[in-house]
């Protein structure tokens, strides 16, 4: 008797510590995604960009780490092609006071075009993942080792970084100002703050995690590149950023939820379910419209949660 | 010190820069394309013959334009209506999509049957497709208030799914080879070319006439001027007691209704069956075709002439420059950025030097 418990125990547990470390990889680039538009619209900016900035980030990614043998520089590779890309984004809405719909359109299809042609060389070029985390003691610890301790960096450093998000702007001087230019540019501007200033860093902010979201895609979640791979992820983390109501830690909330219907997706065909591949990929996307409109349909909740100057031009001689 | 160069805002929209934006986009991207061949190796002025002049230099190749401008034309008109009224339907691929599977479906389920009624009913299932798939975010817009621009590109990647299902499952050729594609459709389901030894089909003067029609109906018709109002003043047209929702009804299902014809154009005329890639990303390209033809509907025409050309210039520099096809997404990306940069010429004149103290000016 007692071995076959044990036996299925430890089974159990290592079922519930690979769908966990699952649920973990799909939630991970959505919430680095996410927290970085989060910040980026608190600032009063919509970027609809993100989809072409994690597409640059996961291309840069991978072409540096088999350029270089290095995932560290490749994560340094795709931050810094993540804030060139809100860069352009920021010289355009911000210096140039372009339309900011249209433009966060122009820099998603310029990055998928743009990655398409970086990556060309790359496609089918094998990459070994990036490893798990192994803390000596505590990784070993059976079950809640790997459960807890057993991930790649990054997860931990997509909760660490919400959770520093969530501190700055709740709580400090420099979240304040954020918040003011993303609520009332005009009234931030009298007060002596460089509304473009601040917005230009947001954006920049924005920029990074979303260059580093697709780097994950790249070097961790899958391994390789392929054009377009992100496969609507950056316009999943723009939805998720409404369904938060622009807080952070319902942004990881969200992300692992989503994290958890893929899931479904890859485990419902090993269970044997006979649903066809292509409605069990589908899930994610309507999951998305099923959030979007459960959260929206309190019109006033999304109005009084979104920041007021959202989407709006600031004319500094007005 | 800080504003070096500064935007000083013109009096009222210089007519000028609204044409000519277009234009020095169109040339700046040029530019950078130059220096981007030479950046690969190889000589600017050839590649930018190879991209821009052989492609078009036989009747084959005039045509290949025309037959893949009229997708994007039909396209952009659609769009540019809901862009002029605030309403955003980026999802053109998908409605696209499943404008090719309802008239496909239809084309496939009629079979052999032999009438001149066939080729009017499987045209309009596919308008009827499409509508209905853009039908999705208009309802979620005015009954939930749902984001039509998350919603709709939602739609796109769970459509591409749907046809992916149809192509390789319930609707695969028994006699394909295992391929995942349908059954060629009839003859009398098919848009006939009107032009041998090419591919000139039917269904580009139809997409002449539709765009026209859609023309005179913004020009001249009520709604087109409701939808400007919107646009340009949300407040003043409630005021006047414009609905938006019917606006959001009206630009999404136009728009979803063109790209639906569209799509089944696409699988009836050049393609004439369902397979998975319908679309080289018409409903995206048709995008920048609505911004960079100024929301007009002789602009988008000329405009998605040009961004035809880069589709068939892409191939071409591939096939005989062993320049990468991707080429292609680098430039319409790069045109759009320009045209938004140049369009700030509209509003504003560029002036250097230190920002006037205010109360100077």
Redesign the interface.
Known sequence: MEPTLASSLAEAGAAATALIGAMARAATPLALAATGELVTEKAGVLNLGVEGMMLMGAVSAFAVTVATGSPVLGLGAAIGAGMLMGLVFAGLTLSLRTNQVATGLALTLFGVGLSAFVGRDFVGTPLTALPGLSIPGLSDLPVLGPLLFGHDPLVYLSVALIALVSWFLGRTRGGLIVRAVGENHDAAHSLGHDVLLVRYGAVLFGGALCGLAGAYLSLVYTPMWVENMTAGRGWIALALVVFATWKPWRVLLGAWLFGGVTILQLHAQGLGVQIPSQFLSMLPYLATILVLVLISRDAMRVRLSAPACLGKAFHPEH | MKMFLH?E?RGEPSRLWIWAAPLMAVFLTLAVGSALFAALGKDPLQALNGFFIMPVSTLYGATELLVKAAPLALIAVGLAVGFRGGV?N?GAEGQLTLGAITGGGLALALGAVDSPLVLPAVLLAGVLGGMAWAAIPAL?RT?????E???S???T??AQ??L??LV??PWRDPHGFNFPETAPFSPHAILPVLLEGTRLHLGIPLAGVVILAVWALLARGFIGFQIKVMGLAPRAGAYAGFRQNRLVWFSLLLSGGLAGLAGFSEAAGPIGQLQPALSPGYG??A??VA?LGRLHPVGIVLAALFMALTYLGGETVQLFMGL?L?????????I??FL??C??LIL?RVRVGRRPA?GVS
């Open positions: 935007l805002a955003w980026i979620l009954r939930f208030h749902a984001n621009i998350l919603t590109l939602m739609l990647y769970v799914l749907l992916g299902w390789h499952g995206f390209t995008i920048i911004f990468p991707a080429v292609t997404g680098v430039f319409q990306g790069l759009l950025f938004l940069a369009d700030v504003y205010p």
